[in-house]
């Protein structure tokens, strides 16, 4: 049982473009919700993240939508750079500072080729 | 301010043999996780203590696999008896509690043979 679905599972944009990768989820008690970026042979590193009571995050580059009703959210990398090409995963856990275990997606791979 | 660290980095093994890794935490972090990653897949969650008390173990913690965290610093994940589904990238990340969130390491990835 997946208990957050993220799709697509790869995309490749032109630079410059704006690569949306989107997540949906189940259990109503999740309480935060991150997004991870992943290099390979790198560990994941945390990119942005947003708690249901906000309906968007930005920070640099990188939005985050957030539809509590639908139970969707999704990132949105602004002018993407070839450098962004990278494996993107959404999360979820319980309480509102990520700090019980977190559940992932399965992960998009972007490219952006120049 | 040095990052999470695992040690070793890479580990290869024969079927049957008792690894160990360790992981240590960021400086004051008082919460510790450990992950499983197989190639093409999110992390999936096995176990996670604040300082010395486990909290809570995964399903996917089977028998083989022990975690300990004995001064609240440090930890070490063992697994017994490895088998080739054990193959995977092991990763540990660790939070303050009440603040959050969790830092990763860059992780052991295991082998078996």
């Known amino acids: 049982q997946q208990q957050v679905k993220q799709s697509p599972q790869s995309l490749i944009v032109q630079k410059g473009g704006i690569p949306i990768i989107n997540c949906a989820y189940e259990?109503?008690?999740?309480?935060?919700f991150p997004w991870y970026q992943q290099f390979p042979g790198k560990g994941p590193a945390l990119l942005i993240a947003?708690?249901?009571?906000?309906s968007e995050k930005k920070e640099g580059r990188f939005t985050i939508s957030f539809n509590k009703s639908a139970k969707q959210f999704s990132l949105h990398i602004m002018d993407s750079q070839p450098g962004d090409s990278a494996t993107y995963f959404c999360?979820?856990?319980?309480?509102?500072?990520?700090?019980?275990?977190?559940?992932f997606g399965k992960g998009t791979r972007l490219s952006v080729i120049a | 301010d040095t990052g999470v660290s695992q040690d070793p980095r890479h580990k290869i093994t024969k079927r049957g043999q008792n690894v160990t890794f360790r992981c240590d935490p960021i400086?004051?972090?008082?919460?510790l996780y450990w992950y499983r990653q197989t190639l093409g897949q999110g992390p999936e969650f096995l176990t996670y203590?604040?300082?010395?008390?486990?909290?809570?173990k995964s399903r996917l913690l089977s028998d083989r696999f022990s975690a300990e965290r004995p001064k609240g610093s440090f930890s070490t994940l063992e697994i017994q008896r490895t088998e080739q589904g054990d193959s995977a990238m092991y990763l540990c990340?660790?939070?303050?509690?009440?603040?959050?969130?969790?830092?990763f390491g860059d992780g052991t990835r295991l082998s078996i043979l």
């Open positions: 990340a660790s939070s303050l509690d009440g603040e959050g969130p969790q830092h």
């Open positions: 259990n109503t008690a999740f309480d935060y």
């Open positions: 947003i708690r249901p009571d906000v």
């Open positions: 999360a979820a856990s319980m309480g509102n500072s990520g700090n019980t275990p977190l559940v």
């Open positions: 203590f604040q300082n010395e008390a486990q909290l809570e």
């Open positions: 400086s004051e972090h008082n919460r």
